[in-house]
């Protein structure tokens, strides 16, 4: 399953980036990953900043995969700072966290989330969640133009 864009994938937990790393792989999702461990990594990674100044802000990730709970800057304020800047504003961000709360789900979605995926624990429906997660985001989900994903 080979689509152009690039994914974001902010994950600061290690095993939960293996894991969603070996899911995507197991489905035979090619796209380029780039992961950012914390909030400010995914945002300075977005809009060119930090360590990432000089990368083309014009080549947004096709879809960002965003756990919530963060160090240095939650997921909730990420999600808020996307949708604040009229270039990340139509970005696809799908909330992908092993929160169980109600309020973080309502959040999100009041936030401008995309959709909102709780992670499963058995490594069996986490595999088939990635492979659902990258047919639907990846290859049928159309971007509205302009929208800077590559």
């Known amino acids: 399953m080979k689509a ?8 600061d937990n290690p095993d939960d980036e293996a894991l969603t ?3 995507l792989a197991k489905n ?8 950012a ?11 060119a900043t930090g360590p990432h100044e000089g990368r083309d802000r014009g080549q947004l990730p096709q ?17 808020r700072r996307i949708r604040a800047e009229p270039a990340t504003r139509l970005l696809p961000v799908v909330v992908l966290t ?3 709360e109600d309020s973080d789900l309502v959040e999100s979605y009041r936030l401008g989330a995309n ?9 069996v ?13 990846l290859m049928l989900n159309e971007l509205p133009p302009g929208s800077g994903a590559a």
């Open 4 to 11: 152009s864009g690039a994914i974001l994938l902010v994950e």
């Open 21 to 23: 790393l070996r899911a």
């Open 28 to 35: 035979n999702i090619a796209n380029e990953i780039f992961v």
């Open 37 to 47: 461990r914390d909030g400010v990594e995914a945002l300075d990674y977005l809009f």
């Open 63 to 79: 879809v960002v995969l965003l756990d919530l709970k963060l160090p240095r800057l939650d997921g909730l304020e990420v999600l």
């Open 98 to 100: 092993s929160s169980r």
């Open 115 to 123: 959709s909102y995926v709780r992670k499963p624990v058995d490594f």
């Open 125 to 137: 429906a986490f595999v088939e969640a990635a492979r659902q997660l990258g047919l639907y985001w």
